[in-house]
């Protein structure tokens, strides 16, 4: 055994808290390691452990290595491991809520998950959809104009890929037809929130 994994510290209970307190984690026990849900993560490596591994880290008991990997916030909730996984587990919703649950207990730093979100919904408020060209300038640049640039100048080349290919279009943003009904359903949304804040 190397001095590293001796001084590692396993929390034994790791698991059974993901069972209790994380949306989708009571299904955990019935994952069979087959390594599909990583296999088809379109960012698998970009993650520090792919969703697999990870499993098999909250089994272990490294619950510091789980909730500061870059793995829940690198998910693009695309949806396909869930799709695909013969067992049924629901791996997004798992991920998706270890995030919040890795900034609640302090192990994430919110701020950029904030600002994103921000410039996400001011793009789905506005639209009525999210225009990722907008939704990215936004975040980059509310950092201030020097790291927003840099960022930009940094992706230039994602982005002239992704338009070459079809998968980013110029031109104005599109927008749902009905934008009264959307803002209609916004306001809706907002009163029940506020009444059940409230209560």
């Known amino acids: 055994m190397t001095a590293p994994d001796a001084a590692r ?11 209790d307190n994380v949306d989708g984690g009571d299904k955990l026990s019935m994952c069979m390691q087959c390594g599909v849900c990583s296999g088809s993560c379109p960012i698998g490596t970009q993650m520090d ?3 697999r591994k990870l499993f098999m ?10 909730m500061t990997s870059n793995t829940m916030w690198s998910c ?4 396909r491991c869930v799709v ?3 067992r049924g587990v629901p791996v997004t919703y798992i991920l998706q809520d270890l995030a919040a649950k ?3 207990l302090g192990y994430a730093n919110p701020n950029d998950n904030t600002r994103f979100s921000k410039s996400f919904w001011w793009s789905a408020k506005t639209w009525g ?5 907008l939704v990215t300038a936004r975040y980059y640049f509310s950092f201030g104009l020097k790291e927003g640039m840099r960022r930009s100048l940094d992706n230039l080349k994602i982005a002239y890929c992704m338009i070459k290919a079809g998968r980013m279009h110029l031109g104005m943003p599109h927008k749902v037809k009905d934008k009264k009904g ?16 409230g209560s």
């Not at 693009?76 to 949806?79: D, F, I, L, V």
């Not at 959809?129 to 060209?133: C, L, M, V």
């Not at 959307?182 to 804040?197: D, P, V």
């Open 129 to 133: 959809r999210t225009d990722e060209r």
């Open 76 to 79: 693009t909730s695309c949806y």
């Open 9 to 19: 510290k396993y929390d034994l209970g790791f698991a059974r808290w993901v069972r």
């Open 49 to 51: 452990y792919g969703p």
């Open 57 to 66: 880290m909250i089994r272990a008991g490294m619950k510091e290595e789980v």
């Open 182 to 197: 959307l803002q209609a359903i916004l306001k809706k949304a907002a009163e029940i929130e506020q009444r059940e804040s």
């Open 102 to 104: 890795s900034v609640e």
């Open 84 to 86: 695909r996984c013969p």
